[in-house]
Structures are given as structure tokens and as C-alpha cells.
């Protein structure tokens, strides 16, 4: 296994579905809607077994202060490999110079977004307003 990593917003329909579903969340039934999302994220990192993609990353950001990680998944198989942690990198890197870099954990999620240099808000809680069901 030799992972690759991307720069790129331009995924096909398929390898997201893939992605997104193999790790339960339900976007993944929208592959339509995730091609066009992720052309519109500020910043898109994505991690490559072959061609088969295995891990995903992308955020937005108000130009100058604030970034929000949105999306963070890898292939159930290929967690415990660092390719989150690669990915989150070149995330905060890429951001370095922001005043603030947010990401909305779920609870069992916290300690590997601790581990990446996230503190958890003890004043704040996360709020949707969604139809998605994951």
C-alpha cells in the first residue's frame, strides 16, 4: 500500500459514493451533489490508494480569519494508517496563518482531533439544522 496525495476538487460521482457510504454517512447517496460540492471548497485534500480513493478532507474559510474543516473521512480499512492526520497537516498548514481553524467532532471522534492539535470548546456546542440522517 503506497498512498498518494492530492490537491484537486475534481472526483468522479463514483469514488465518493464509495467513500462517503463506506463509512455510513448518508451523503453518500448524493454523489450528484458531492461532485459540486467539493469544486466549490476552498480547499480539498484527498488520499489515493491507486486509484481507488481512501481518505478525503475539505474545508472553507472566510479568506483571511476563520477555516472550517468540513469533511473528514477515511475507508474504515485504511484507518490507523496517520492518512487523517496527513490529511488534517496539510489542512492546518495550508491554513497556518488564520486566526482560527474549526472542525465539529462527534463525540467518539474527539481524542484523534485532539491528537491533530484541536482543543474542544468547553463553552460551545454544535447546532444543524439538517436532513441528512448521519
Known sequence: ???TYKDTHDFKEEDLKDLFLS???SSGHFPDKLVIAMKNFET????WDGD?????????DDGIMTAYVHYVLIR???QGKGIGKELLKRTTDHYKDYLRIVVVSYNEEIEFYEACGF???????PMFITELWT
Open 76 to 78: 474504515p480499512e485504511y
Open 52 to 60: 481507488k480513493l481512501v481518505g478525503l478532507v475539505s474545508a472553507m
Open 44 to 47: 480539498v485534500y484527498s488520499a
Open 1 to 3: 500500500m503506497e498512498i
Open 119 to 125: 482543543e474542544k470548546a468547553d463553552d460551545a456546542s
Open 23 to 25: 463509512v455510513e454517512w
